[in-house]
């Protein structure tokens, strides 16, 4: 496909809305729902935004940094756009799918492209119980938080959290321990992609606990069920000298 009908979408930072300027008076700016690609203004924050806000369209997604760290973005440049984003190498991401409980039973639905968290919410530690596939896999963590993360946002909080960098194109989910206190020398672990995570607040009353997917936060949840979406895939562009599987591997070799 040749994409031609470019939608701008930026942040509000300074650089990004003067990009926006700057490139919209170079290319036509096309409404979202008539554009064939979306170019995305900002840092890795916007990007996964515009995921969430606009993936589900099926509309491909191409970054540039005009944020801080910009992981996920490519280099800003005003020249040339419609040729790299026609070179450019496509990766497919499938967001993880949260159903969150909380302690009046009330269901909350959400998707995150990086992680699905949990945190507790007070000076008291969080106790949560693990199953996987129905499974009692942990008894009792006692911790900050824990989190589910998918191999995109394996290199975000959850490598912030000592979890491991997965393939991009791995068949794995990371399941990492924030500040484990008991077991103290529980590290996570590597699950399949088909995994379903089961995660089971105990005392929810006492030791409130938040669960976050994307722009979702769900406060004194008492249970909350993850996995990975089969029917969602969203399509990032990357410059082929920059390609999302050559980042993740230069990613563990960063000091």
């Given at each position: 496909?040749?994409?031609?009908?470019?939608?701008?979408?930026?942040?509000?930072a300074?650089?990004?809305?003067?990009?926006?300027?700057?490139l919209s008076?170079?290319?036509?700016n096309?409404?979202?729902?008539?554009a064939?690609?979306?170019?995305?203004?900002?840092?890795d924050?916007?990007?996964?935004?515009?995921?969430?806000?606009?993936?589900?369209?099926?509309?491909?997604i191409y970054?540039?940094?005009?944020?801080?760290?910009?992981?996920?973005?490519?280099?800003?440049?005003?020249?040339?756009?419609?040729?790299?984003?026609?070179?450019?190498?496509?990766?497919?991401?499938?967001p993880l799918?949260?159903?969150?409980?909380?302690?009046?039973?009330?269901?909350?639905?959400?998707?995150?492209?990086?992680?699905?968290?949990?945190?507790?919410?007070?000076?008291?530690?969080?106790k949560?119980?693990?199953?996987?596939?129905?499974?009692?896999r942990l008894?009792?963590?006692?911790?900050?938080?824990?989190?589910?993360?998918?191999?995109?946002?394996?290199t975000?909080?959850n490598?912030s959290?000592?979890?491991?960098?997965?393939?991009?194109?791995?068949?794995?989910?990371s399941?990492?321990?924030?500040?484990?206190f008991?077991p103290?020398?529980?590290?996570?672990?590597?699950?399949?992609k088909?995994?379903?995570v089961?995660?089971n607040?105990k005392?929810?009353e006492?030791?409130?606990v938040?669960?976050?997917a994307?722009?979702?936060?769900?406060r004194?949840?008492k249970k909350?069920n993850?996995?990975?979406?089969?029917?969602?895939?969203?399509?990032?562009?990357?410059?082929?000298?920059?390609?999302?599987?050559?980042?993740?591997?230069?990613?563990?070799?960063?000091?």
């Open positions: 496909m040749k994409f031609n009908k470019i939608a701008f979408i930026a942040s509000d300074k650089d990004a809305q003067k990009a926006l300027k700057e008076k170079i290319y036509k096309t409404k979202v729902d008539d064939d690609i979306i170019v995305a203004l900002g840092g924050g916007l990007l996964l935004n515009v995921i969430e806000t606009y993936g589900i369209k099926n509309i491909p970054g540039m940094n005009r944020g801080t760290i910009g992981f996920l973005m490519n280099i800003y440049s005003k020249d040339n756009l419609l040729e790299r984003i026609n070179n450019a190498i496509v990766t497919k991401v499938s799918e949260m159903e969150a409980y909380d302690i009046s039973n009330k269901k909350f639905k959400g998707i995150a492209i990086n992680e699905v968290s949990l945190l507790r919410q007070s000076r008291m530690t969080a949560v119980s693990i199953n996987v596939n129905n499974k009692k008894n009792e963590l006692v911790c900050d938080g824990v989190m589910v993360a998918t191999p995109a946002g394996s975000a909080y490598l959290a000592n979890g491991p960098i997965l393939p991009i194109n791995s068949k794995l989910l399941l990492t321990p924030i500040c484990a008991r103290r020398r529980w590290t996570g672990a590597l699950l399949p088909t995994s379903i089961e995660f607040i005392e929810p006492i030791r409130g938040s669960a976050t994307g722009n979702l936060e769900v004194n949840v909350v993850i996995k990975l979406s089969i029917k969602l895939s969203f399509k990032l562009l990357f410059d082929t000298e920059s390609s999302l599987e050559e980042k993740f591997i230069n990613e563990q070799f960063s000091s």
